[in-house]
Each structure stands twice: as structure tokens, then as C-alpha cells.
């Protein structure tokens, strides 16, 4: 099994502070069968909290597929951080998803890009072997999609990118371009940190 997650190393985001709740997400889609194992979160230096829940949408119908307290393999303000799926469940090639973050404190901080999904590194849309997310115009709700509170995210704000990565594990090798192999490997640099990744 390969594990897979959207985002390599980044350069450190801006962080913002706000005084509600917010649901984050992210959709993505696999081009071959798999599972949803986690995902990751970019906690910046400063964070007082992370988000309290992790949930997996069906972008068709806004379904839950996963629900659960997170759990994550890290600390508030020190980068990136995992929460694994307890129970992950089957992932369908080219059925669309949504991972989604609950920052349910009183005062959250979380990492942020605004205009990634439509001027910035997204515009194109971002691929690591066989999971990819669309760009904004391309997404069902936008790809910066967010709610004020707990719920499904299907808000959107100036195309931002909240740093809500999934990660997902195929069995089947995959050919690759020298582009998506240097991801890849900035991947491994991000997932060392944890012995269970």
C-alpha cells in the first residue's frame, strides 16, 4: 500500500485568528480504487488549538462517510499534524470527496492562502499520483469552501486554501511524472515525522 496526500512541503501560510467556529474542507478524488486514511493539517506557530472533529463528505449528495473526534499526531503551532481514520472506509475512482476539519475552540487559529485555487499554486488544480483536487471554477462548492460553525463546508472566500490535506492509500503502483516524484518525496520529508504514517 502507498500512502498519498495533496500537499508537500510549503512554505509557511499566513495565520489568521478568529473568534468562530469554522468548517474547512478540500475535495479531492482518486483516478483508481483506495481507502481514506487520514488527514492532515497545517497548525501554525501560534495556534492555540486544533480542530476538534474530522469528517469525510460525499461532495453528491453532501453524505457523511466518516465522523469522528480527532485525534491528531502532533501539537497546536507546530506545522504539519495528522488525525488517522479509525475506520477508513473505500474510496471510488473519480467519485468526488470532501475532507473537512472542525475548529469548534473558542478562538481559532488556522494556516490560510488566500486566491491559491485560482491564481496561486492551485489554479490548475494539484495531482500526487492518484489523488488530485480540481481548482476553484472546477470544484462543486469552490474549492475554498468553509462554514461558520459545524456542518458541511459549502461557503467560499477568494479562493483560500485552509491547508486541509487527505491522505489515502492505493494498492496499485502508478506511473509518475519527475514533478509528482519530487511531491512525493517532499511528502515523505513531511510524513517522517510521525513513525505511524
Do not use: C
Amino acid at each position: 500500500m502507498t500512502l498519498y496526500t495533496l500537499f508537500g512541503q510549503v512554505p509557511a501560510p499566513a495565520l489568521t485568528a478568529d473568534a468562530t467556529g469554522y468548517t474547512m474542507g478540500v475535495q479531492f478524488s482518486v483516478s483508481q480504487a483506495g481507502t481514506y486514511t487520514g488527514v492532515w493539517f497545517y497548525s501554525a506557530a501560534g495556534a492555540a488549538a486544533l480542530p476538534s472533529k474530522v469528517r469525510l463528505y460525499a461532495v453528491s449528495g453532501q453524505a457523511v462517510i466518516v465522523d469522528q473526534v480527532a485525534a491528531w499526531s502532533g501539537i497546536a503551532g507546530s506545522g504539519w499534524v495528522r488525525a488517522p481514520v479509525t475506520s477508513p472506509p473505500a474510496l471510488t475512482a473519480g467519485t468526488a470527496s470532501k475532507a473537512a476539519v472542525l475548529q469548534g475552540s473558542a478562538v481559532n487559529w488556522y494556516a490560510s492562502a488566500a486566491h491559491y485555487w485560482d491564481t496561486g499554486a492551485g489554479q490548475n488544480g494539484i495531482s500526487n499520483g492518484p489523488l488530485s483536487a480540481p481548482n476553484n471554477a472546477n470544484s462543486a462548492q469552490g474549492q475554498d469552501s468553509f462554514l461558520a460553525g459545524d456542518g458541511y463546508p459549502n461557503s467560499s472566500f477568494n479562493a483560500t486554501n485552509y491547508w486541509v490535506d487527505p491522505e489515502v492509500s492505493v494498492a496499485a503502483a502508478v506511473v509518475v511524472t519527475a514533478q509528482q516524484q519530487q511531491s512525493g518525496r517532499s511528502m515523505m520529508r513531511k510524513r517522517l515525522m510521525y513513525a505511524d504514517v
